[in-house]
């Protein structure tokens, strides 16, 4: 569609969002084979050892992937934290507020003025973040606890609870996450090409999505192409 | 109360001849080092040292000293409790790890073992033990004692049972053994072993390999008062959590989805020298950025 544009995300970013989008479903398809009994029962012996094995390889990549990402542009994750640790704004707190309403009635319910990453982004982006790296260092512990350094069964059971335990809450805020950032909630439609297309958000969506930061970078002009 | 059978072990009668851990690698064809001082060095008869990915059977020694002359010499038997309660179970992800029906001993179905390594983390004995544990954990595959349901179901006594010459081990109906260990409990109090028990009765709900313990509780190295650990219950909760919460998760959206059907809104434009937010259709402006009033 001709217009205006702002660019949201680099490549470097996309990248890394998809290979942590392919690891995510990996490591929870994967996962659900230990988890849930199941699944572990109606699978063959050698095909859930597959899996278990998988489970590993792809949480290597899972945790290496943000890490080099970051080493490779210490900048730009500079930047990125920058934008959750940010003081409240009265309009952050009304977002928050409104939030379960917007989501039942999209329709009557209109949400304020945002910037680059919204209050209830930070939440739930922080959620996953917070998950990610707690499911990262209790599957670290898992693996190399009960091959390599033969850990105590304490540890090997608390280690085991928090995995658990963040998988559960990462299915809310990962599903929750993919629902908005698909595009599959009407007001958020189009989002998806945010990260799996050319990084590139609409004028009008990016007004209507993040308003004080697109009026920003509207002004300043650094970032927008024109189509 | 448990039911089934049990194994008996009294520790007053055992003779530490180890024929029991012999039988058990027999009857299991569980390998033993054979090279030269392949053993660590421990200082102690006991050999090896605990149970390992080879051997699911191992009499222990403990050495005290008396008061006066002498030591207590204690003999005891580390391998798998058979616990009713058993958190071994409990964890087991692949139905490996099951209860016989019939005896009420803990077994092992090494088909269907997964290398998870849950069992070894949840049982309060730290008994189960893996061979094939690496880097990967491909080869990883659960090694405990399975109660020889094998040859129970045939008539016969588990093998360490039927090797033990001094009638240490003994093996029948779970109530059977339970009156003959708090019988011969009380025949070494009266000899002079205040500190004689039975212990099993009532650890993780009654097991299946109940003892007769001579000495203190810590000379054979048994946990008091054995329990599952409370993670291991709340966890068991998480998966109807998981159940229950996605279809609430997904019946949320669902619902926000429909709501959300025939959504539609105006193309803006933003004037960035005028700070006017446009819409592109009609021209009318939407709203003004009053940047003096400190609007952003």
């Not at chain 1, 949201?8 to 690891?23: E, K, M, P, Y």
């Not at chain 2, 299946?208 to 000495?215: A, P, R, T």
């Not at chain 2, 960035?272 to 446009?278: A, R, T, W």
Request: overall charge neutral.
């Amino acid at each position: 569609m001709p217009g205006r544009y702002i660019k949201r995300h680099s490549l470097q970013t996309r990248l890394t969002h998809g290979i942590v989008v392919f690891s995510v479903i990996w490591l929870a398809i994967s996962g659900l084979f230990v988890f849930v009994p199941y699944f572990t029962q109606i699978g063959s012996g050698e095909f859930v050892r597959f899996m278990r094995v998988s489970h590993r390889v792809v949480g290597v990549i899972f945790i290496l992937v943000p890490i080099v990402s970051a080493l490779l542009a210490p900048g730009g994750f500079k930047a990125f934290l920058k934008k959750y640790f940010v003081k409240w704004t009265p309009e952050d707190k009304e977002f928050m507020k409104k939030f379960i309403p917007y989501m039942l009635s999209p329709k009557k319910v209109h949400m304020p003025d945002q910037d680059e990453v919204k209050s209830g982004q930070r939440v739930a982006d922080g959620a996953i973040i917070v998950g990610g790296i707690m499911m990262a260092v209790s599957g670290l512990a898992l693996w190399l606890g009960g091959s390599v350094f033969h850990a105590s069964a304490e540890v090997l059971v608390v280690m085991r609870f928090v995995h658990d335990l963040f998988f559960l809450v990462l299915v809310v805020f990962v599903v929750a996450h993919a629902y908005l950032g698909a595009g599959i909630f009407q007001p958020y439609h189009g989002m998806r090409k945010l990260m799996f297309g050319d990084g590139l958000v609409r004028e009008s969506d990016a007004l209507y999505h993040w308003g004080f930061w697109a009026r920003e970078e509207l002004e300043e002009g650094d970032n927008i192409v024109e189509r | 109360m448990a039911q089934g059978k049990a194994i008996l072990y009294d520790s007053s009668k055992c003779s530490s001849c180890k024929g029991c851990q012999v039988a058990c690698k027999t009857w299991n064809n569980l390998a033993s080092p054979i090279e030269k001082n392949a053993q660590p060095w421990t200082g102690s008869y006991q050999c090896p040292p605990d149970l390992d990915t080879h051997t699911r059977l191992v009499i222990t020694f403990d050495e005290k000293p008396r008061e006066k002359y002498g030591v207590d010499w204690a003999f005891g038997r580390r391998s798998c409790m058979h616990c009713t309660n058993a958190a071994c179970v409990m964890v087991c992800p692949s139905g490996c790890l099951f209860h016989d029906e019939e005896t009420g001993m803990v077994s092992i179905d090494n088909e269907k073992c997964i290398g998870c390594q849950y069992c070894h983390s949840a049982c309060p004995f730290d008994v189960p033990r893996h061979q094939g544990v690496s880097f990967m954990g491909t080869e990883a595959i659960i090694n405990k004692c399975t109660g020889c349901i094998d040859r129970i179901k045939n008539g016969r006594s588990p093998a360490c049972v039927s090797t033990c010459q001094s009638n240490a081990l003994q093996f029948g109906e779970w109530s059977d053994m339970l009156a003959k260990a708090k019988e011969r409990a009380e025949v070494l109090k009266a000899k002079g072993f205040d500190a004689a028990q039975v212990y099993g009765e009532e650890q993780m709900g009654g097991t299946h390999v109940i003892y007769v313990l001579k000495y203190p509780l810590e000379q054979y190295k048994l946990p008091e008062n054995p329990q599952v650990s409370p993670l291991i219950g709340a966890m068991n909760w998480f998966k109807p959590i998981l159940g229950v919460g996605s279809v609430a998760l997904l019946g949320g959206l669902g619902i926000s989805f429909l709501r959300g059907v025939g959504y539609k809104r105006d193309e803006m434009h933003y004037d960035e020298l005028k700070h006017d937010i446009v819409d592109l259709d009609t021209g009318e402006v939407i709203r003004h950025i009053d940047k003096e009033a400190g609007e952003r």
